[in-house]
């Protein structure tokens, strides 16, 4: 079993900045992929950004130039910086990992609890 636990959501007014961190913990071998989704009410979940493990990084159209992923392989975590942010960007954000894990190096597919971020005035 492998978890993942998100923070620093939060409430903040429109052009402001939040950071989320994403751990994940448990019988860890090895993660090569991470990536942060977001879910709106009344709207589908939707992929914001990914970051692999040789370096790449990806992101949606609205949220590129703004938003910033960040991994750290040493802490099995993740981090999505987010600046100039907009109403629109409100939603529950939610970690994403896969990877394999000990001591059979069986694949995993986790997700976290997901963390909120409203963004108002």
């Known amino acids: 079993q492998v978890q993942l636990v998100e923070s620093g959501g939060g409430l903040v007014q429109p052009g402001g900045s939040l950071r989320l961190s994403c751990a994940a913990s448990?019988?860890?071998?090895?993660?090569?992929?991470m990536a942060w989704y977001r879910q709106a009410p009344g709207k589908q979940r939707e992929f914001v950004a990914t970051?692999?493990?040789?370096?790449?990084?990806d992101y949606s159209d609205s949220v590129r130039g703004r938003f910033t992923i960040a991994r750290d392989y040493g802490r099995s975590a993740v981090y999505l910086q987010m600046n100039n942010l907009k109403p629109e960007d409100t939603a529950v954000y939610y970690c994403?990992?896969?990877?394999?894990?000990?001591?059979?190096?069986?694949?995993?597919?986790?997700w976290g609890q997901g963390t909120q971020v409203i963004v108002s005035s």
């Open positions: 994403t990992a896969e990877g394999k894990t000990l001591p059979d190096y069986q694949n995993f597919n986790s």
């Open positions: 970051g692999l493990s040789g370096g790449d990084t």
């Open positions: 448990g019988n860890i071998f090895t993660i090569y992929y």
